[in-house]
Each structure stands twice: as structure tokens, then as C-alpha cells.
């Protein structure tokens, strides 16, 4: 199929953008790398009257190694995390995420912004930024303003964004020397959406853990203090107490009734954490 006639405008700039959008309303979309629109608009699942191209905007194609976080433009591309082109939070953690998106062409493409912007639930920047603590700035017409990406993520396929407001930049918090990061997904042969994804972020030095049970048909499950999932106490053999049943109650209390479901995510999760405990000397996980 062939998307319907639309027009599109390529503004240079963050304020021509959001003037666009303002003046289009919901008739309006936002088109960045184009990975997840451009099958829309080619299925029509999306028919817009205006397609507003923001891939020529070059203030969203920055990053920035700030005090204590990474900032990084919307339009940051997979690739440029997993090459190495833009600062990492820790060692080889956002490059890891970003090798496993989807194919080599996707990861040319597809940016980090507009993967959080589509709001999949089974997207890899979906996740592993929940578990990271991020936050993002959206642009609009009553100026910027900064959330947690726990309140930007509203539903499956769903944002905070209102009316002529565009997602800019994404703010990751580093993660100390001492922390552990896994990141484990679910999928029938790589490249393909995920059916689970689990991910762990804990920091024995501090005994402080959080996790993710992700790709569950809404924004991912955060457990911002998980440790009742590892006895209550966060050292260098957390990831040996893994309590099954603790994981499995926080996916019935969030609705997921069918225990092979919860038993897949279960699993997922249980070996994130064995791989965050894993640690080799250089900073690389064990797959």
C-alpha cells in the first residue's frame, strides 16, 4: 500500500516546528528517522494532512556530557549510540541496548527520540531508559518543560504530549563505577519486537536496585526500589536470591493474567539480573 496524499514541511528549527504543529492540530505528524511513521503512513494507520520533518533540525542531533547526566538530542540515532558517537552513562551500557535494536538500516535511521515519542511498549529506548531513570524535555508553545519519562509514557502507544509540543532531548543519569546494568529481551529471532524484555540497574556500593518488566501492552512496569525482588538486600550475589514469586505479583497486580505471560517476563527479568551480576573486569555484561 501507498500512504494518503499529505503534505510535509521540513522546518530548520525547533520553534518552526512547533509552529507548524500548532497550527495543523491533530491533523499533524512528526516524522524523525521515519522507522516507525513511514510503515504507518504506508499501512494507513496514520493519515495526516501535514507531516512535519524534523530531521533537518540540527540542535535535536547534539549530545552533551553534562555534570552527572548525558543529554541527548532527540534525533540521536541508534547507531550513533552503538558506534561510539555520542558519550555513553557508563561503560558499554546505552552502546549494548542500542546493537540489539532491530536491523543495521533501522539503527541508521531510527532516532532515540522517536522511539520514545511512538512509545511502543516493546521498544528497546522505551525500557532500558525506564530502568535508567531518565527524563525528557518537550518543546511547545508555551515554551519547555521537563518530566520523568515514567510520566511521559501514558499508555501503549501513548504520551504526555499535548497539542504543538515536540520531544527534544532525553536526560540519562550516569551510572556510578560500581553499578550493574542487564538488559535481556524476549524476541522469536533477532531483529524482531520483543515479547519480554527485563532490565535491572543495581548498585551493591550503595544497595540500591531498580528493574523493569517491559513489552507488556503498556508503559513498562518500574520497580523503583526492587529490592523485595532480591531478599531485601543489594550485594555482589543479589542476583542468587531472585524471588520468582515477588516478580510474579507485580505483573498480576498490573494485569497480566496469563501465567505463561508472567512466567516469560518472570524469566527475562530473573536472567537481566543474573547477567548485571555478571559483570567482566572490562565493564561488558555476559550475554
Known sequence: MKPAPFRIERPRTVAEAVALLASAGD???????????????????ASPALVVDVSGIAELKTASDDEGHVTYGALVTHADVEDGRVPDVGTHILRRVAG????????????????????????????????????????????????????????????????????????????????????????RKVG????????????????????????????????????????????????????????DAALRAAGIADAVDRHIHVEVLSRAALQASALFTDGRSAA
Not at 505528524?29 to 504507518?40: E, T
Not at 515554551?143 to 527534544?168: K, N, Q, Y
Open 192 to 247: 524482531e519486537f520483543a515479547h519480554a524484555i527485563g532490565a535491572v540497574l543495581a548498585d551493591p556500593a550503595a544497595g540500591t536496585v531498580r528493574a523493569v518488566m517491559g513489552a507488556i501492552d503498556a508503559p513498562p512496569l518500574v520497580m523503583a526500589d526492587a529490592r523485595p525482588l532480591f531478599g531485601g538486600a543489594i550485594d555482589t550475589a543479589f542476583a542468587n536470591r531472585f524471588d520468582a514469586g515477588v516478580a
Open 27 to 45: 491533523g499533524a505528524k512528526v516524522m524523525a528517522g521515519g522507522q516507525s511513521l513511514g510503515p504507518m503512513l504506508n499501512l494507513r494507520l
Open 100 to 187: 540489539g535494536i532491530a536491523y543495521r538500516a533501522v539503527r541508521n535511521r531510527g532516532t532515540m527520540g522517536g522511539s520514545l515519542s511512538h512509545a511502543d511498549p516493546a521498544a528497546d529506548w522505551v525500557n532500558a531508559l525506564s530502568v535508567l531513570a531518565a527524563e525528557v524535555e518537550v518543546a511547545g508553545p508555551s515554551g519547555r518543560r521537563c518530566l520523568p519519562l515514567a510520566d511521559f509514557l501514558t499508555g501503549a502507544l501513548s504520551t504526555a504530549l499535548g497539542a504543538g509540543e515536540i520531544l527534544v532531548a532525553i536526560r540519562v543519569p550516569k551510572v556510578p563505577a560500581a553499578a550493574r546494568f542487564g538488559y535481556v529481551k524476549h524476541c
